[in-house]
Structure formats: C-alpha cells, structure tokens
C-alpha cells in the first residue's frame, strides 16, 4: 500500500537508533521521516522547526480571533485607566 510521505529525507528505525542527532542533522533543519518497515512511523522534527510550527499555529489563532472582534464596538480607554 503506498504511503504519503511529507519530508524530503527518510531514515529508518534503525538509523535513528544507531545516531539520533546525525539523522536529525540530515534533515537540514526540517522534519525528517522515520521509516518503519518502509512504511512513516512518525516525523522527527527539529526544535526550531517544531517552534516555528507552534508560533505560527498561535498567530492563526488569534487572527481568527481579530476577524471576530473586527465587528465589535470599540471602546477608547485612556492609559492612566489601566
């Protein structure tokens, strides 16, 4: 059965075993698929990477959460009020 996979570098259960920061590295900064008998395992991502990934997951977030409130009445408060 053909699998998708969503990474340009793939290693192998066994590769990762053997040297986990040296298959990290081959991903050159982005994820890298984990084979299991051929067939993705899982995804191993590099902090920066998974970060990035995180920052922009909030920054969706809380424009969802300005569309929303782009309706709303404004209400004008003075700084000496906060």
Do not use: Q
Not at 1 to 14: E, Q, Y
Not at 56 to 64: A, F, G, K, P, S
């Amino acid at each position: 059965m053909p699998h998708r996979i969503l990474a340009n570098v793939t290693a192998s259960v066994s590769e990762l075993k053997k040297n986990p920061m040296g298959t990290v590295a081959a991903g050159d900064g982005f994820p890298v698929a984990i084979l299991n008998r051929n067939e993705p395992a899982f995804y191993c991502v590099p902090a920066k990477a998974w970060e990035a990934l995180l920052e922009r997951l909030e920054d969706i977030e809380d424009n969802v959460i300005a569309d929303t409130r782009a309706g709303e009445k404004v209400v004008k408060v003075s700084p000496d009020a906060l």
